[in-house]
């Protein structure tokens, strides 16, 4: 016995969903109708004319849905940093990056906006950005550690990770509501505001490193404070 996959969508022509896009674009519009909360996965496949199966053949749960092929878009940030020539200061670098990693076609962007609007505003959601904002951090990481020379895990690339990240929620949660500015703008003028840290590159880094450095263990105190005999040489 075959199963029937025959939805009022598919009536209307609307193409069974075989990508990841094709998918989170449904479920997208889905949650944005009918409110996150009150969708199922197997309405969605329901809509898209696929079984549960195939949905989770593209996504392990329906919070992973709104961010569509991820894995892909992470290795598309690493392209981006990859173009941007080595002489160019460390901030801008990652700068022109987010920016070009961020150009959305005029046809997707009502699209793009609903999906930031539910990944930044729905509890699930938000919670499971904590995960996939991971990878995204990672990648400047990884490139900032190859530009200090240092470890993605040290401090400093982990810094510029995490203040990369969050200029770019910024922008995002500033872009949401603003329907007459582009979201590259947003993005523009939020790493422009961080432009002091391209000074990490010209030796502050490793200046401030020593801020974090391990105390050395006990020393000999030579103050003369404490020492007896100064104090009674200064007494005379």
């Given at each position: 016995?075959?199963?029937?996959?025959?939805?009022?969508?598919?009536?209307?022509?609307?193409?069974?969903?075989?990508?990841?896009?094709?998918?989170?674009?449904?479920?997208?519009?889905?949650?944005?109708?009918?409110?996150?909360?009150?969708?199922?996965?197997?309405?969605?496949?329901?809509?898209?004319?696929?079984?549960?199966?195939?949905?989770?053949?593209?996504?392990?749960?329906?919070?992973?849905?709104?961010?569509?092929?991820?894995?892909?878009?992470?290795?598309?940030l690493r392209g981006e940093l990859a173009l941007v020539p080595d002489g160019v200061?460390?901030?801008?670098?990652?700068?022109?990056?987010?920016?070009?990693?961020?150009?959305?076609?005029?046809?997707?962007?009502?699209?793009?906006?609903?999906?930031?609007?539910?990944?930044?505003?729905?509890?699930?959601?938000?919670?499971?950005?904590?995960?996939?904002f991971l990878d995204w951090r990672g990648v400047i990481a990884e490139f900032t550690?190859?530009?200090?020379?240092?470890?993605?895990?040290?401090?400093?690339?982990?810094?510029?990770?995490?203040?990369?990240?969050?200029?770019?929620?910024?922008?995002?949660?500033?872009?949401?509501?603003?329907?007459?500015?582009?979201?590259?703008?947003?993005?523009?003028?939020?790493?422009?505001?961080?432009?002091?840290?391209?000074?990490?590159?010209?030796?502050?880094?490793?200046?401030?490193?020593?801020?974090?450095?391990?105390?050395?263990?006990?020393?000999?105190?030579?103050?003369?404070?404490?020492?007896?005999?100064?104090?009674?040489e200064e007494r005379q």
């Amino acid at each position: 016995m075959t199963e029937n996959h025959e939805t009022p969508d598919r009536a209307l022509g609307r193409p069974r969903a075989t990508t990841h896009d094709v998918l989170a674009e449904i479920g997208v519009e889905l949650f944005t109708s009918r409110g996150y909360e009150h969708v199922s996965v197997q309405q969605i496949a329901d809509a898209a004319g696929v079984s549960r199966r195939t949905f989770f053949r593209y996504f392990p749960t329906k919070a992973d849905l709104p961010w569509g092929d991820f894995a892909r878009e992470v290795e598309r940030l690493r392209g981006e940093l990859a173009l941007v020539p080595d002489g160019v200061p460390l901030m801008e670098a990652v700068r022109h990056a987010v920016v070009e990693f961020n150009r959305v076609p005029p046809e997707a962007v009502d699209q793009h906006r609903a999906r930031l609007g539910l990944i930044l505003t729905e509890p699930e959601l938000i919670a499971r950005s904590q995960v996939k904002f991971l990878d995204w951090r990672g990648v400047i990481a990884e490139f900032t550690a190859r530009r200090l020379d240092m470890e993605p895990t040290s401090f400093f690339p982990e810094l510029v990770g995490e203040v990369a990240l969050s200029a770019a929620v910024a922008a995002y949660r500033q872009w949401i509501p603003s329907s007459d500015t582009d979201l590259t703008t947003f993005i523009d003028t939020a790493f422009a505001a961080l432009v002091d840290l391209d000074r990490l590159e010209q030796g502050v880094a490793a200046q401030l490193s020593t801020r974090l450095d391990p105390p050395a263990g006990p020393q000999e105190n030579h103050d003369h404070r404490d020492n007896p005999g100064n104090a009674g040489e200064e007494r005379q």
